[in-house]
């Protein structure tokens, strides 16, 4: 499967940023009332909003690249056909993992591509609502009802990300592992089609 050059950069740039947000976060430290927070606080936010300007990049290069995974093969949920495909795809690895074995990565994957759905979902989610957060927080780091929600939700995705990352990055590792170079060919940048 070939992707073009430029959703490979936006790949690499928002795959660097979500896995330093992660890292940051660790140890971060909340600014309080009564206390600023540390120096990494400020980094995660500054990434943050970088972050979420390459998600929505991304996003409007989705909808005008029709590359090779589409919208819909992202979000199969809202079709009976797409969901039926994707049934039969799970069926399809489940088989081949009791066999030891993984089916070629070729040809776009329903499920590969349902679960890198979720995955930018909920990248944007966190990028979304941490960007809501640094623009609407009151001095001295008072949050208002619904900024508090927000919040909320943003502390919601951070653990969902964790295993986004685990579960994209162990699948590609694996495919890898069965020699199907997908790892090279999405951070390649010298081909600048498939057949180069």
């Given at each position: 499967m070939f992707y073009d050059r430029f959703t490979r950069l936006l790949h690499l740039l928002f795959?660097?940023?979500?896995?330093?947000?992660?890292?940051?976060s660790e140890w971060m430290v909340h600014p309080r009332p009564d206390k600023a927070g540390n120096f990494l606080y400020e980094?995660?936010?500054k990434v943050g909003i970088a972050l979420f300007a390459v998600l929505l990049i991304h996003w409007?290069?989705?909808f005008v690249r029709g590359g090779p995974v589409s919208l819909g093969e992202l979000f199969p949920w809202f079709s009976?056909?797409?969901r039926a495909v994707l049934w039969?795809?799970?069926k399809r690895y489940l088989r081949a993992i009791l066999t030891i074995r993984l089916p070629p990565a070729d040809e776009p994957s329903p499920l590969a591509g349902a679960i890198q759905g979720l995955g930018l979902l909920v990248a944007t989610g966190l990028a979304a609502t941490g960007t809501l957060i640094f623009f609407n927080v009151g001095e001295n780091w008072q949050f208002s009802s619904w900024l508090h929600l927000v919040k909320e939700v943003h502390e919601l995705?951070?653990?969902?990300?964790?295993?986004?990352l685990v579960v994209h990055v162990g699948a590609s590792v694996l495919h890898e592992i069965f020699g199907h170079r997908i790892i090279?060919?999405?951070f390649s940048f010298l081909k600048k089609n498939p057949d180069s």
């Open positions: 795959a660097f940023g979500i896995v330093a947000q992660l890292f940051i980094v995660h936010e409007l290069w989705s009976n056909a797409r039969q795809d799970i995705l951070g653990p969902a990300m964790w295993t986004y090279h060919s999405m």
